[in-house]
């Protein structure tokens, strides 16, 4: 069973920065790659950042120059750096893991419980 586990969110000051963290347990495949989504009340789920299992990274666009992912391929984890936070950045952020599975090679994608992130003006 895979599972996701997400810490680092809470509330914080425009201006701000915040730490998430999430590590992949219970792999049953090869990562292609890992990331963050957020949904904010009344929205819709949006990616927010992704890194491949090759290093190579995309950033939706508002994010660019102020959150910066890192992974760890040796330990299934993922971390996106938060800085310059901005109310507009307030949601419920979901770690994501796409695994193609060693039998049957078929992919799937998992998803973390989420963790809310609060940023005040």
């Known amino acids: 069973q895979v599972q996701l586990v997400e810490s680092g969110g809470g509330l914080v000051q425009a201006g701000g920065s915040l730490r998430l963290s999430c590590a992949a347990s219970?792999?049953?495949?090869?990562?292609?790659?890992m990331g963050w989504y957020r949904q904010a009340p009344g929205k819709q789920r949006e990616l927010v950042a992704l890194?491949?299992?090759?290093?190579?990274?995309n950033y939706e666009d508002s994010v660019k120059g102020r959150f910066t992912i890192s992974g760890d391929n040796t330990k299934n984890t993922v971390n996106l750096e938060m800085n310059s936070l901005e109310p507009e950045d307030t949601a419920v952020y979901y770690c994501?893991?796409?695994?193609?599975?060693?039998?049957?090679?078929?992919?799937?994608?998992?998803w973390g419980q989420g963790t809310q992130v609060t940023v005040s003006s």
């Open positions: 219970g792999v049953i495949g090869s990562i292609n790659f």
């Open positions: 890194i491949t299992s090759g290093g190579s990274t």
């Open positions: 994501a893991a796409d695994i193609r599975r060693w039998v049957g090679g078929s992919t799937l994608r998992f």
